[in-house]
C-alpha cells in the first residue's frame, strides 16, 4: 500500500476544531493506515520469496524480538521501500507469563508480588493502582503517613523510570554515554528503594492496607543529598543533548502524533502530553494527596519524539519538586491501617502471643476476604494511565483481574509514528513510546 | 625528490637494500598490529573513564592485554557461512578490507630530522634512509586509492551475506563512504596546491619553514576549514561516531559484519581500527607537520620526529574516542545533506579560495581584497545553494501534493 491509494485529504482541513481537539485523526482511523494487516505467516512466505506482490522495490524485515534496541522482546514487521518505513505491525506476546490469569489464583495479600512484576521499570505504580483498587473494594481508609509515603515513593519511582528512558532513547541514538550516565543516576534511587523496601526492583511495598514498613531513619538526609546532585546532573543532560544539534535533528519532527490521534489511539502519558493536550491523572482526577502538592503538568506543542524527550527529562525536576515538598511535610503516624482483617500483627507480637501467630498464620495462607464487587483504580505512570480493575466474588481472591497497562495501549501507535520514516526513525521512535515488554504482556 | 629517486635508482636487489625493504615491511606489519591491540584498549579505557566505570582491568596491566584475550577467544570460535550467502565474495570481503588497511600506512613518514630545512633522511648503516616504507612521487594518491578500495570490503561483505540486515549496512555504507570520498578528495586538493606535491615526504618538508615550529604546518596555512573537512570526511570515512551509520548497532544490529563470526570478524575488527590509525598519521602528516618538531638533542633527530609524530597521533585517536563518547549517530538523510550540501560545496569553494590566493601571489594583487572578495564569493555561493536547495525541496513538496493528494 503506498501513499497513492490512501484517501485523498486535500478537501479536509487540516486542523479540525469541530472536534475540540487540535488536528484530525483520519490518518489512524482509515482503514489504509500504516498498519500491516497480514499475518506473521504471511510475511513470512513474502519475504522469502523474492519476487513477492509488494514489487521489486520493497522488503519485508524482521524486527525483534532479539534486537538491541526493541527495549527487550518486541517485535516489529517492516515493509521498507529502500530505508523508508512504509507500514508495519508490531508483535507480541514474546513475554506472556498470564499475570493476570495468574492473578485470579492470588490472594489479595499475594496480589502485589504478582503486579509489581509486570511494569519492571516502575513497579510501585501496579503496585498502587491495584492496592488502591483493593482498599476501594475493602472501603478502608489509609493512614495519613501511608498516602504520603506512597506518594514520594512513586515519584521517585518516576524518576527512576525516566531516567531509564534517557538512557535506553540516548543509546538507541547512538549516545553511548548517555546510557551510563542515565544507569548512574538511576543506582543511588535503587539503593534508596532497597534500603526502604529490601529490594531494588519489583519491590511488594505498597499492598492493600498501606505499605510493608516506615521509612528508616536518615532519609531525609539520603534524599536530600541525592537531589541535590541530580539537579546538576539534569543541567548536564541538556548540555550533552537537549542543546546537541545532532540530537535536536534526530528527534525533532519525528513520530509525529496530533492530539486527535493520540485519543482515537488511546495514548496517554508523556505521549498524549507532547501532543498539546494537557491530561495528567495526578492534576486531573487526584489520587493520594497530589491535590495538596504543587507541580506543574508538561505540555508539548508538536508532538514529536523531542517533546517526548524533553517532557520526560523535565518531569524528572517536576518529580524531584513533589519529593522534595513530601520531604518537608511527612506527616508522622502510622505506616499502615490497622486494621486486624487486612494487616497481620507486628513481628514483635508473633513471639509473645499464640493468638498473634494465628493470625498471622491466617492472614498469610487464607488471605482476607473481600465484598464481592467491582472496582476500577487509575494512577499516571511514567508511562501514562495505569488502571487496575478487580471484580470480586466476596471470596481471598480476585474473580478478575485487569490490568490497563499504559505500555500495551501506546504500542499500537508505532505503526503510525513510524510511517514513512526512515528505519533509524523507527528506533528513535520505538525508544520515545518507551514500552515496557512486562506489561504489555502482562 | 631528488635523493629519494637517486634511492630508487641505485636500488640494488641483491644488496642491503632489499633486507632494508623487508625489514621495514616486518616491522610496520608488527608496530600496526600491535598499535591496533593498543588503540582497541586505548579506546576502551578512554571511554569507560568518560563513562565513569573502569573498564578492562583483568588481562596483564591495566586490562592492557585485554585486546590480545578476545582475539585469541575469537580465533578459537567457530566460523560460520550463511546459507544464502555468496561464499567466495563472503570470504573475500574481509581480506578487501584489510589489505588496504595496511598499504595506506606505507606512505606515512614516522620519523626523521625535518629541523632546518633538512629532508627528514638517516643515515644508518652506511645507507641513507627515509623513515617511511615508500615515497612514491604521486604519494597521497595512493592514500585515496587504498581507501576507496577499503569501501568495498565493507560493501561487498554486506552483500554478500545474503541477509537483509547487512545489505541495508552495505547500502549505507556504499553511499556514505563513496560521497565522502569526493569531500574528502577535495580537502586533499588544498593540502596539494600549498605543498606543490603528492609525496608525504615532500608535503612535510614544505611544512617545516615557518614561525614557531608550528607556524608553517597547513593546518594554519591553509586557513582550517580544510583540515575540519578532512576531519569530518575521515571520520565517516572510518565509519566512526557520529557516522557510524553502516554498523549502527541500534539499527541494524551489527550491519554489514552481523553475518561474519569469528576469525573474518575479528579482520573486520582489525582493519577499522587499524585505518583509525593509518588516518590518524595521515592526518598529522598532511595538516600537522608531520614527524616535525624541535630537536632537542644534537644527534639522534629522527628520534625526536618519531616522540612528535607519536604524540601528535595520540591527539587524534583521543578526539575519535572523543566523538564516539560524546555524539549521538546521524541519520542517513542527514548524514547525506551533510557530505553534499555543506562539505563538498565549502572544500571547492575554500579550494578555488586558496587558489586565488596563490595566483595573487604571482600576479602581485593586494591579499587582503582577494581574500575579501573570496570570502564574499563564498558567502555569497553559499546563499545560493541554499536558495537552490530549498527552492529544491519546495518544488518536491508540490509535486507530491499534485501527485498523491
Known sequence: ?442 | MIAQQAYLESFDWTSWDLLFLVAKVVLIFGVLLVSVMLMVWFERKVVSDMQNRIGPNVAGPWGILQTLADGIKLFFKEDLTPDGADRFVFKLAPYLSLIPAFLMFAIVPVAGDFSDGKDGSVSWFGQDLFLQFVDPPMGILLFLAMSGLGIYGVMLAGWASGSKYPLLGSVRASAQMVSYEAALGLSLAAVFLSSGSLSTNQIVQSQTDGPFFIGGWNVFGLGFIPFVIFLIAATAELNRPPFDLVEAEQELVGGFHTEYSSLRFSLFFLAEFMNVVTMSAIMVTLFFGGPHGPVLTDTGGWAWGLLWFFLKVLVFLFTFVWFRATLPRLRYDQLMDLGWKILIPLALGWFLLLGALRVAEIEGWNRLVVVAVGLAGIFLGGLLLTGAIRNARLTRAESEILEYG
Open chain 1, 1 to 442: 500500500m503506498t501513499i497513492a491509494d490512501k484517501p485523498s485529504t486535500t478537501d479536509a482541513p487540516i486542523a479540525q476544531e469541530s472536534s475540540g481537539f487540535v488536528g484530525t485523526d483520519d490518518r489512524v482511523r482509515s482503514r489504509d493506515s500504516a498498519v500491516l494487516r497480514m499475518s506473521e505467516a504471511e510475511v513470512g512466505e513474502l519475504s522469502l520469496d523474492p519476487t513477492h506482490e509488494l514489487g521489486e522495490s520493497k522488503m519485508l524485515i524482521n524486527m525483534g524480538p532479539s534486537h538491541p534496541s526493541t527495549h527487550g522482546v518486541l517485535r516489529l514487521m517492516l515493509e521498507l521501500e529502500g530505508e523508508t518505513v512504509l507500514r508495519s505491525k508490531p508483535v507480541i506476546g514474546y513475554l506472556h507469563t498470564g499475570m493476570e490469569k495468574t492473578g485470579e489464583q492470588l490472594t489479595y495479600l499475594q496480589g502485589c508480588t504478582n503486579v509489581t512484576r509486570m511494569d519492571y521499570a516502575s513497579p510501585l505504580f501496579t503496585e498502587l493502582a491495584f492496592s488502591l483498587a483493593v482498599e476501594s473494594l475493602l472501603d478502608m481508609d489509609i493512614p495519613e503517613r501511608a498516602t504520603w509515603i506512597r506518594m514520594m515513593m512513586c515519584e521517585l519511582n518516576r524518576m527512576a523510570s525516566h531516567l531509564l528512558f534517557m538512557a535506553t532513547n540516548g543509546m538507541d541514538l547512538g549516545a553511548v554515554s548517555m546510557m551510563i550516565y542515565g544507569w548512574r543516576e538511576r543506582e543511588p534511587l535503587l539503593r534508596f528503594f532497597e534500603k526502604v523496601t529490601g529490594l531494588r526492583m519489583n519491590h511488594n511495598y505498597i499492598r492493600p492496607g498501606g505499605v510493608a514498613a516506615d521509612l528508616p531513619d536518615g532519609w531525609q538526609d539520603d534524599l536530600v543529598e541525592y537531589l541535590d546532585a541530580v539537579e546538576e546532573r539534569l543541567e548536564e543532560y541538556d548540555i550533552l543533548m537537549t542543546g546537541q544539534p545532532i540530537w535536536r535533528e534526530r528527534l525533532q519532527g519525528v513520530g509525529v502524533l496530533n492530539e486527535a490521534e493520540c485519543l482515537a489511539l488511546g495514548v496517554t502519558g508523556p505521549l498524549l502530553r507532547a501532543s498539546g493536550s494537557s491530561w495528567d491523572l495526578r492534576r486531573d482526577m487526584p489520587y493520594l494527596v497530589y491535590d495538596q502538592v504543587d507541580f506543574d503538568v508538561l505540555v508539548g506543542s508538536y508532538g514529536d519524539s523531542f517533546d517526548r524527550y524533553a517532557i520526560r527529562l523535565n518531569e524528572i525536576r517536576e518529580s524531584m519538586r513533589i519529593v522534595r515538598q513530601c520531604i518537608e511535610r511527612m506527616p508522622s503516624g502510622d505506616y499502615r491501617a490497622q486494621d486486624k482483617k487486612v494487616t497481620p500483627p507486628p513481628r514483635a507480637r508473633i513471639d509473645e502471643s499464640m493468638e498473634a501467630l494465628i493470625h498471622h498464620f491466617k492472614i498469610f495462607t487464607e488471605g482476607y476476604k473481600v465484598p464481592a464487587g467491582e472496582a476500577y483504580a487509575a494512577v499516571e505512570s511514567p508511562r501514562g494511565e495505569l488502571g487496575v480493575y478487580i471484580v470480586s466474588d466476596g471470596s481471598s481472591t480476585p474473580y478478575r483481574m485487569h490490568v490497563r497497562a499504559p505500555s500495551f495501549v501506546n504500542l499500537q501507535a508505532l505503526p503510525h509514528l513510524m510511517e514513512n520514516g526512515l528505519l533509524a526513525d523507527a528506533v528513535a521512535v520505538i525508544s520515545s513510546v518507551d514500552p515496557i515488554m512486562g506489561e504489555v504482556d502482562r
